[in-house]
DNA sequence: AAACAGGCCTAAA
DNA sequence: TTTAGGCCTGTT
């Protein structure tokens, strides 16, 4: 089943490579195979917008609400563009959204990040999937869900040893045991403000600020969240050192993300490391 | 070889 | 309440 959506706020490289999600595959022709709960998709981008390929189409309704598509980027970019560099950040990403994505794998996936590098965080939880999740194979390959709660609750260090997942498997398994137990109730969190849920997340061992501000906004939409990691930091230190702009406020997840992609293009070019960051970050924001 | 990676925990003041 | 070390593993 296809569905064509119009918008010219939805580029796939830019949003399913930003560092909120961790296991879509893209494919040689552009396109991108991913799966979220039990649903998978196949999704390409085309002219006015992007055609997204389900097995049914009463799963439409699921992957338009992933992909958030009842919020108006361009409104909240015209907002931002009373900041300098943060209007050329939109413009240059407009195509970047925020994901809807599930909740407890946002918080392993978040929990594995810390003090870890892209390329890593998506092995170790592509080996996690292929060890415990379930398979469902269909038109686009195999896929395999990410396992529940329970299922991870239920391993050994021992267990999750394949994952070479370090430290973190302790937090791994504090996070699946909370959830499974009930200790941590991931749905009541839709309820919380930003603050309350923060620290109602922060109960689990290896959930601090920053990936406790990830999953509320990778995961419950809280845009006003603004997790603040090394790049972040940087960019704050040397442009808002005075404090955020006015014209963030209330979607302050949203400026944060187009801010690190921004950043993180200019200082690490594609083919190679980045050379002499300061200024090369200098002449190009200041425009 | 040594430092660093989209942090957090623990111990110590 | 704030601040240093240390941490699994992998890459450069």
């Known amino acids: 089943m296809e569905f064509h959506w119009k918008t010219r706020h939805l580029d796939l490289e830019q949003t399913l490579e930003s560092g909120q999600c961790f296991r879509w595959k893209r494919q040689d022709d552009g396109s991108y195979n991913g799966i979220s709960g039990r649903h998978i998709l196949h999704i ?12 049914d189409k009463s799963e439409n309704d699921y992957w338009l609400d992933y992909f958030d598509s009842q919020t108006d980027y361009g409104r909240i970019i015209e907002r931002f563009s009373a900041d300098n560099t943060l209007k050329a950040a939109a413009e240059e990403n407009r195509g970047i959204r925020i994901l809807r994505q599930e909740p407890f794998e946002t918080l392993i996936s978040f929990i ?5 590098n892209i390329p890593r965080i998506k092995g170790i939880i592509s080996r996690l999937c292929d060890c ?5 194979s269909g038109k686009y390959g195999v896929f395999r869900t990410f396992p529940t709660a329970e299922r991870i609750a239920a391993l050994s ?5 394949p994952l070479r997942a370090g430290f973190r498997v302790r937090y791994i398994l504090d996070a699946a045991q909370k959830v499974s137990s009930g200790i941590v109730d991931l749905e009541i969190i839709n309820d919380m403000s930003l603050d ?6 922060k109960k689990i061992t290896g959930v601090g600020d920053k990936v406790a501000d990830c999953v509320l906004l990778f995961a419950y939409h809280k845009i006003d969240a603004f997790p603040s990691d090394v790049w972040i930091k940087r960019i704050t230190a040397e442009y808002y050192a005075d404090g955020l702009p006015e014209c963030l406020e209330g979607y302050r997840g949203i400026a944060q993300q187009y801010l690190y992609e921004y950043f993180r293009k200019m200082t690490v070019p594609e083919n190679s490391a980045g050379t002499d960051k300061t200024s090369e970050r200098k002449e190009k924001a200041l425009i």
């Open 44 to 55: 390409r981008q085309c002219e006015d917008g992007v055609i997204l390929e389900t097995r």
């Open 157 to 161: 260090p021992d267990d999750l040893s």
């Open 112 to 116: 594995i990040s810390q003090n870890n």
């Open 132 to 136: 415990f999740g379930d398979e469902i």
């Open 196 to 201: 309350d849920g923060r620290e109602y997340l």
